[in-house]
């Protein structure tokens, strides 16, 4: 697999997997991240995989929360 060549000869940004995109995910619901990671992730991440990934984890929170109410209450 070749590396994609800019102009400049710089190599452009690999993308994110879709494991990198579920933890920035999943630390952005828990508000915690290091300056490091997020800073590369704006050069890494897809806007639409992060859309998805979002979205997939609010119904799993709710669900979630909807589950431990009803083992709770009964």
Do not use: C
């Not at 859309?51 to 709770?72: D, E, P, Y």
């Amino acid at each position: 697999m070749s590396a994609r060549q800019e102009p400049s000869g710089a190599r452009a940004p690999e993308p994110a997997s879709a494991w990198n995109t579920a933890k920035t995910i999943a630390w952005s619901f828990f508000g915690v991240r290091r300056r490091k990671d997020h800073e590369q992730e704006g050069t890494h991440i897809n806007p639409i995989h992060v859309l998805v990934a979002g979205f997939v984890g609010v119904f799993a929170l709710v669900a979630g929360l909807i589950v431990l109410v009803n083992w709770v209450a009964a």
